[in-house]
């Protein structure tokens, strides 16, 4: 019963929640617009891969107005819409390739392998070059 009421208590500071006309946001200032607590904006950074402010050169997270925006979204569709995470994650994700400005992944560095690995895919290819080589050779003597 608890949880209801805190959801409904909730929803109209969604709707009234204005973002200050402000380049970039301190963590506390987001929690507090928002009306979460700052652990929450870092464990949603974890679940969701396009949440990702920047940092300054002391640590500090640094989020941009879209960044704000992203974050009220996401707790609209957690605690009024009742959205799982995994649920809002894939909302968000479709919208955000149905619209061509919409923030991309950051992206990830490769997988690291073993040198061994790099050339085993390539091995059949350099049989062709090898084999057309011997032809031409063949051709030019």
């Known amino acids: 019963m608890k949880r209801q009421n805190e959801a409904t208590a909730v929803a109209p500071a969604l709707e009234t929640a204005e973002i200050p006309d402000k380049l970039y946001f301190r963590i506390?200032?987001?929690a507090q617009l928002a009306g979460i607590k700052p652990y929450v904006?870092?464990?949603w950074e974890t679940?969701?891969?396009f949440l990702g402010p920047k940092k300054s050169d002391t640590g500090h997270r640094l989020y941009r107005r879209k960044d704000v925006e992203v974050v009220l979204e996401i707790k609209r569709l957690l605690y009024e819409q009742r959205f799982t995470i995994e649920g809002?994650?894939?909302l968000l994700e479709t919208?955000?390739?149905?619209?061509p400005n919409a923030r991309a992944k950051p992206l990830r560095p490769p997988k690291r392998r073993k040198q061994g690995e790099l050339f085993d895919s390539g091995a059949e290819r350099f049989e062709v070059v090898r084999a057309a080589l011997e032809e031409i050779l063949k051709i030019l003597k």
């Open 95 to 99: 919208r955000s390739k149905a619209r």
């Open 41 to 43: 904006l870092r464990f």
């Open 88 to 90: 809002a994650r894939k």
């Open 47 to 49: 679940e969701f891969p």
């Open 28 to 30: 506390g200032e987001v």
